[in-house]
């Protein structure tokens, strides 16, 4: 899912974020929704996948394809380069009743990490994603293991209350779309795509 990073240097443990329905769109009203949500949403999963890490590096660096097939994605154009694992991308992002345009700082490094961080956007006070590729398993050279991570913080409550009804539907649907677009140029996985912790 064209998305911002935070740069971390620790892999990031699935177990210690707390995982809860933000786009979840069966998800409870709350009885006071401009106080009870937090402005700050964190996710992180791992997957075992059926892809190498160099084509899923490839399937997520290529920003400029992010409004062909990630959801909720309008627009996503390559400024220039900042230096030579380093990029700037106009975004805009729309659900619901959200629409939100922002400046892109990508870093990557082939074939491993690709992130994104907002630098300017009126609606976040930061967006972050990080994707991190490592060694599959041994016996399927056609392997990887993902690491996703995304956060971010909306400058108002009501955003805020609005990301936590689906927050989660979207991370999901953004992970599988980038696995059906590797599908798309890679041909089916080595393997079918496994949940880790």
């Given at each position: 899912m064209g998305w911002h990073i935070i740069f971390?240097?620790?892999?990031?443990?699935?177990?210690?974020?707390?995982?809860?329905?933000?786009?979840?769109?069966?998800?409870p009203k709350p009885a006071f929704p401009f106080k009870s949500a937090k402005k700050t949403e964190q996710y992180a999963e791992r997957r075992l996948l059926g892809y190498t890490a160099a084509e899923m590096y490839h399937v997520v660096v290529d920003v400029e394809k992010y409004r062909e097939f990630v959801p909720?994605?309008?627009r996503s154009d390559i400024l220039k380069p900042v230096y030579p694992n380093m990029f700037k991308a106009n975004m805009e992002i729309g659900f619901q009743v959200v629409k939100e345009r922002y400046l892109a700082l990508v870093t990557?490094?082939?074939?491993?990490?690709?992130?994104?961080?907002?630098?300017?956007g009126r609606l976040f006070s930061h967006l972050i994603t990080e994707w991190r590729f490592l060694p599959g398993i041994e016996q399927e050279?056609?392997?990887?293991?993902?690491?996703?991570?995304?956060?971010?913080?909306?400058r108002s409550a009501l955003h805020a209350t609005l990301a936590h009804?689906?927050?989660d539907?979207?991370?999901?649907?953004?992970?599988?779309?980038?696995?059906?677009?590797a599908e798309k140029l890679y041909g089916a996985a080595s393997m079918p795509s496994k949940r880790l912790r």
């Open positions: 971390r240097q620790q892999p990031i443990s699935v177990a210690s974020i707390k995982h809860r329905t933000l786009f979840g769109f069966n998800a909720w994605c309008i990557h490094q082939k074939p491993t990490l690709v992130k994104s961080v907002c630098s300017d050279p056609r392997s990887c293991i993902l690491d996703f991570y995304v956060s971010f913080e909306f009804m689906f927050f539907e979207v991370v999901r649907q953004m992970v599988s779309a980038f696995l059906k677009r």
